[in-house]
């Protein structure tokens, strides 16, 4: 039993550090079609750079809306990276947090 609350406190206290940029902005993607930040990761990244290197040398081959997913996924996370690169510097922070809003909003996944 202390293992399972050992997991879920790992599980529940990084996001509730979290920042959330994009909270306040009004997404009118579907809703099982919106991307969450936390989706945009290193290591989401990386996987989806693996998958589309694969598909370029022929190791594999994607169906046709993986690449899209794949390329928002590794635009979010530069965009996401963008911003906390720029922490010290509030004006381009909040340029980068619009750039970031702005695509969460208008790149859906698609399925």
Same mark, same amino acid.
Request: glycine share 2%; net charge negative; charged share 25%.
């Given at each position: 039993?202390?293992?399972?609350v +050992?997991?879920? =406190? ?6 509730? =550090? +979290? ?9 009118? %993607? ?9 989706? =945009?990761?290193?290591?989401? +990244?990386?996987?989806a $750079? ?28 530069l $965009?996401?990276? /963008? ?12 340029f980068? %947090? /619009?750039?970031?809003?702005? =695509? ?5 996944i698609?399925?």
């Open positions: 039993m202390k293992g399972l +050992a997991v879920l =406190f790992l599980m529940i206290v990084p996001n509730a =550090f +979290a920042e959330e940029y994009c909270s306040n902005v009004k997404n009118q %993607i579907a809703v099982d079609h919106q991307w969450k930040e936390s989706d =945009f990761t290193k290591q989401n +990244a990386d996987h $750079l693996s998958k589309l290197q694969d598909a370029v040398n022929e190791k594999g081959i994607l169906d046709w809306y993986e690449s899209t997913n794949y390329y928002a996924l590794i635009e979010g996370y $965009l996401m990276n /963008a911003i906390k690169r720029n922490s010290n510097d509030k004006d381009r922070k909040y980068h %947090i /619009a750039n970031f809003c702005n =695509f969460l909003t208008s790149r859906p698609v399925d």
